[in-house]
């Protein structure tokens, strides 16, 4: 069967108080009162992807203790700075490094769960907040960037024809069955809109309208990362995208509900049959890695070797087609505004880190290098 794992999505905010008033009393220990009213609240404005996060964050703080043989409920500042010491690799141990980013957000999550359970909070103590200052210190602030899957590649003009892993070649790598079919539109309903993950699976088909008289349709965002309100947004889908989601449509016959679905297959790779639910957010990383695999197995990636391959495969993740829009915007030559308002960003900084290395390659620089090349 596919390994595609599938979400239910109306079951993440059931039971979510419960499940983590539990997780923190197993941290705490029984005899605390944990604060169910606070954690009630907080959960019902918590994301799905918070939600999760904040519970595995837990975990590992717990599993930590454990092994270093501190009661969770008693461990004080002193434990917080070696757990980060080693977390960043600054003090040897089996943990496996953590970027920055993490790290912060591990200490927010394990600072909240003891403010729950009424206890003096040893995140916020002095010395952890300098030893987070020396650990941000020794390794840097700046967060990997997922690569990019643009339309047409890593090219230095739109007009110039697709090369290596791009959005054309995964496209063409598509099977020509119900599998294919779905990762058609999902391709193209996430180079359309540059939605993040939890966005694609959330999509309904309420959300989609038209096709209008050009062929093009809308997609309406209800939520997102920045919108946790549900003040929702809209997303621009092309003719070609309108008509991929038609063909996926009919074929598994989806009537309503969401759009992205798992398709079962056999132990020889036939489709089995198409799910009733969302895709989960994982799958989506899986199904981009999956379809890079099968563009370079039908030689749509050039020359490209199996070393480069698998870095490729490595680097990818569910966020790179939305990096590729935002490159392929600014080699378009289309505005920071226009871009943060057509794809929903709130924050310019993130865009314009997407577009660094591109600026790079085109920016001043490029071209004041260029117009002195034969002058030395």
């Known amino acids: 069967m596919d390994a595609e794992p599938t979400l239910n999505m109306t079951a993440l905010s059931d039971g979510v108080a419960a499940a983590v008033a539990g997780d923190v009393r197993e941290l705490v220990g029984p005899a605390r009162t944990v604060d ?6 907080a959960t019902r404005g918590w994301s799905a992807n918070t939600q999760r996060a ?16 501190i009661g969770a409920a008693a461990a004080g500042p002193s434990d917080v700075t070696r757990w980060l010491r080693q977390l960043g690799g600054t003090e040897p141990s089996q ?3 953590r970027a920055m980013a993490t790290i912060e957000r591990y200490l927010v999550h394990i600072g909240w769960a003891y403010r729950i359970a009424g206890l003096a909070d040893p995140t916020s103590a002095p010395l952890v907040k300098l030893e987070k200052k020396a650990l941000r210190k ?3 602030v700046r967060q990997r960037q997922a690569r990019a899957i643009r339309f047409k590649g890593d090219i230095s003009d739109l007009d110039s024809p697709a090369s290596g892993v791009c959005l054309a070649h995964l496209i063409k790598a598509c099977r020509r069955d119900l599998l294919g079919l779905r990762d058609e539109a999902l391709l193209r309903v996430a180079y359309d809109s540059a939605a993040r993950r939890s966005e694609l699976v959330a999509i309904l088909i309420e959300h989609i309208d ?3 008289e050009t062929g093009a349709g809308t997609l309406f965002v209800p939520r997102s990362k920045t919108d946790q309100a549900g003040e929702g947004a809209y997303a621009y889908l092309s003719p070609a995208t309108m008509r991929a989601i038609t063909r996926w449509r009919t074929a598994a016959r989806i009537e309503r509900g969401p759009l992205l679905r ?3 297959v056999h132990f020889d790779g036939s489709v089995a049959a198409v799910g009733s639910d969302a895709l989960h957010p994982g799958s989506i990383s899986l199904i981009y ?3 890079i695999r099968a563009a370079h197995a039908k030689k749509f990636l050039g020359a490209m070797g199996e070393t480069e391959l698998e870095r490729w495969v490595k680097a990818v993740s569910s966020h790179s087609i939305r990096v590729g829009v935002a490159q392929d915007n600014f080699a378009a030559d289309e505005s920071l ?3 943060m308002q057509a794809y929903r960003w709130r924050d310019p900084k993130t865009v314009l880190r997407y577009g660094a290395r591109l600026a790079a390659k085109s920016g001043a620089s490029a071209r004041m290098a260029a117009r002195l090349a034969g002058e030395i």
């Open 289 to 291: 890695r999956r379809l």
């Open 262 to 264: 798992r398709v079962e």
């Open 36 to 41: 169910t009213a606070l954690i009630d609240a």
């Open 54 to 69: 904040f519970r595995s964050d837990l975990a590992l703080w717990a599993d930590w203790c454990r092994r270093q043989g």
């Open 210 to 212: 038209g096709p209008d």
């Open 95 to 97: 943990e496996r490094p």
């Open 138 to 140: 020794a390794l840097g």
């Open 337 to 339: 505004p226009a871009i």
